[in-house]
């Protein structure tokens, strides 16, 4: 878990004006230093090329490539190595590790071949200055090398710290994007099924209705008296209509049946209605919880798949009340609204949102919604206004 502080110095480095104003610091403290120590014409150069030309290291991480040389070349124009040359180096070549403009091999190659030309120019400024310099063949010879491989060492290191930092943030990315997959996948797995035993309950709505109107019309043939035959037909063919029916939603459900060797419960258990909401409070405290029913408004007989619909999101609601708040009390509100709109709400005085063992939407509110926007209705869930867990729904029945 990071703390604010480091929270602010990420969001500092990745600001845009992040490499201009280190850049432009780094240059005017390489000019400073230039003023102070009166470097040669080549460091000089160098020394502000290496600096000013990190502020488009973002915009342009190729010009990290010109940073690292002009640094060795100022190195090369004087053997003190100035502080802005180490630094503007050592982010150049972080740059080029985390950029990947050249494979790191070929950086750390390139850069330790370019400090050994740095090292053979001291060599050769330090013989002009009568200092002992050993010759190649002698002994001690090697010493005279360890400038070149301090600073390969070095060089290496800065390369491989920003291929490690680009390393974790593509593999920080990868499961960001892994990870939305599977919940993208997941919801709309859970809403695939949820709308899978939508339609197989409504299956037995339907084809109950329909079988009863065949039934009808088959009767009515037989048993009201004085019928002309061209009203007989007319039953007959809405008998024969209403069997077509049936035969052609059966071939539907074939899509939607469950997985052989598992028990089908939904094609042939009664559907509940809002009659039996009391018993699912009364289960609701059987098993410990603390439940109460109000109901408000003129009760009214709502078709089959909005009885169906109220009691499958109060039940969904239950089941998450006792999932995420055990021992909250539970209050279920439905109001028959004047205007043709069932209103049902589920609250309940647990902690809230966010405070169960998952968080996110989760695949029981994304059922709820479903039921809802089978019948045009709209569901919300949230916070409660004091506090708690709110499940609302609207189901206007009266274009049912």
Request: aromatic letters at 6%; hydrophobic letters at 45%; a neutral charge.
């Given at each position: ?107 750390v190659a390139g850069a330790a071949l370019g400090a050994l030309c740095v090292n053979l120019v001291h060599i050769n400024t330090w013989s002009r200055m009568d200092l002992p310099v050993p010759a190649l ?101 809405i008998a024969g209509t209403a069997r077509s029916s049936m035969a052609e939603l059966r071939r539907l459900l074939g899509v939607l049946r469950t997985p052989q060797g598992q028990e089908n419960t939904a ?16 289960q609701h405290r059987a098993v410990g919880g603390e439940a109460e029913l109000r109901v408000t408004g003129e009760w009214v007989s709502l078709p089959a798949a909005w009885e169906l619909s109220a009691y ?89």
């Open positions: 878990m990071r703390t604010p502080l480091q929270q602010r110095f990420r969001a500092w480095i990745a600001a845009p004006a992040y490499p201009w104003v280190t850049g432009g610091a780094l240059t005017v403290g390489a000019v400073t230093e230039l003023i102070v120590f009166r470097g040669s014409v080549t460091t000089t150069i160098g020394v502000l090329v290496s600096s000013a030309s990190l502020m488009w290291r973002r915009s342009f991480p190729p010009v990290a490539v010109l940073t690292v040389a002009a640094g060795l070349l100022g190195f090369a124009g004087d053997i003190n190595l100035y502080v802005s040359i180490m630094a503007s180096g050592l982010i150049g070549c972080y740059t080029l590790g985390r950029t990947r403009v050249l494979h790191p091999a070929v950086t063949w002698e002994k001690g010879s090697l010493s005279l090398f360890a400038e070149s491989f301090l600073l390969t060492v070095v060089i290496f290191g800065a390369v491989m710290m920003g291929d490690a930092v680009r390393s974790r943030e593509e593999t920080r990315r990868e499961r960001d994007l892994a990870q939305a997959q599977l919940i993208a996948m997941e919801r709309q797995q859970a809403a695939e099924a949820e709308r899978a035993a939508i339609a197989r309950e409504l299956h037995d709505i339907v084809s109950h209705s329909v079988s009863m109107i065949a039934v009808q019309a088959e009767s009515a043939t037989y048993t009201t008296p004085g019928l002309t035959p061209e009203a007989r037909d007319g039953f007959q063919q094609l042939t258990a009664p559907q509940p209605t809002l009659d039996h909401l009391a018993e699912l409070v009364e499958r999101i109060a039940q969904e609601a239950l089941t998450n009340a006792r999932k995420h708040a055990p021992g909250a009390r539970t209050v279920v509100e439905i109001d028959y609204g004047a205007d043709r709109l069932l209103t049902l709400r589920i609250h309940d005085d647990g902690p809230g949102p966010g405070s169960g063992p998952s968080s996110g939407a989760g695949h029981g509110l994304t059922g709820m919604r479903e039921r809802a926007a089978l019948v045009g209705g709209r569901l919300s869930a949230g916070a409660g206004p004091d506090g708690g867990f709110l499940v609302e729904a609207e189901l206007p029945w009266g274009t049912g």
